[in-house]
């Protein structure tokens, strides 16, 4: 136990003087001021038990400026922060509801080749999973309005022609630290999806092996493949109107 305050040992020491009727009237004040301080000192130390407020979470259009922050050098020249705010916002803020509404809230990790400020679903595990390459596709890119289908705005991420990783997953790895795509205990296989044409014959994924820690580019076995563990991280560029 803390040893006692100066303050306390006299504000006891004049209450109990204070019940054996030992204080003249005069005083009595004094006590009562005193017994306000302590009260005071007790509130304050017990204020440091007290944890403190959570931040309020960035939303919005803040919170992808944030993320901006975080681009290297290089890639904020290739697309200021005025262009991408721009963009975002243009259309009754057409792209910021979409990057909003995906996995996560999004997460805008880079620019493309173009200057389109790139934004991906957040989280490490795939999403849609469980669904053949066709269905998951159609998934991502269409939906039904009135019974006919219209785009989404997001698409699948590119793969490469020599089995190495686009330059898309590439910047998202660099950007995020992580994996393209992993399990959530890093022990089990995950794939994802990549734009492989409407009919292809051997679909490409992007597939994480727990052995190495790595992602690798490679053909799947077939169109007609599902499988929980396989699914897709969907890519969202900010194009300019």
């Keep these: 136990m803390s040893k006692p305050s ?3 040992q006299a504000v006891s020491f004049l209450e109990a ?3 054996a009727d030992q204080i003249p009237a005069r005083l009595q004040e004094r006590i009562a001021a005193l017994g306000g301080v302590r009260s005071d000192v007790k509130e304050s130390l017990s204020a440091k038990d007290v944890p403190a407020e959570p931040a309020p979470e960035v939303t919005g259009i803040a919170r992808f400026k944030e993320q901006y922050e975080m681009w290297k050098p290089e890639h904020k020249a290739n697309c200021q922060w005025q ?3 721009s963009r975002l916002l243009a259309n009754d803020g057409h792209f910021l509801k979409l990057a909003e509404a ?6 805008l990790f880079g620019v493309d080749k173009a200057g ?3 934004i991906a679903d957040g989280g490490v595990e795939p999403i849609m999973a469980g669904m053949n390459y066709a269905d998951t596709r159609r998934a991502v890119m269409f939906k039904e309005i009135e019974g006919g289908q219209a785009p989404t705005g997001y698409e699948l991420f590119p793969y490469s ?3 190495q990783k686009s330059a898309e997953i590439s910047a998202f790895e660099d950007f995020t630290k992580e994996p393209f795509i992993r399990s959530e205990n890093k022990k089990e296989y995950r794939s994802s999806w990549l734009e492989s044409g409407e009919d292809p014959d051997w679909p490409r994924g992007a597939f994480f ?4 820690g790595l ?3 490679d053909d799947d076995v077939s169109t007609a493949l599902s499988d929980p563990r396989l699914g897709v991280r969907r890519l969202l560029r900010v194009k300019k109107s």
């Design 6 to 8: 100066k303050i306390e």
């Design 17 to 19: 003087k204070k019940a």
């Design 83 to 85: 262009e991408v705010e």
């Design 102 to 107: 995906m996995h996560q809230g999004g997460i």
């Design 116 to 118: 389109n400020p790139l």
């Design 161 to 163: 022609d020599n089995y």
């Design 209 to 212: 092996s727990p052995g190495s």
């Design 215 to 217: 992602v690798y580019e």
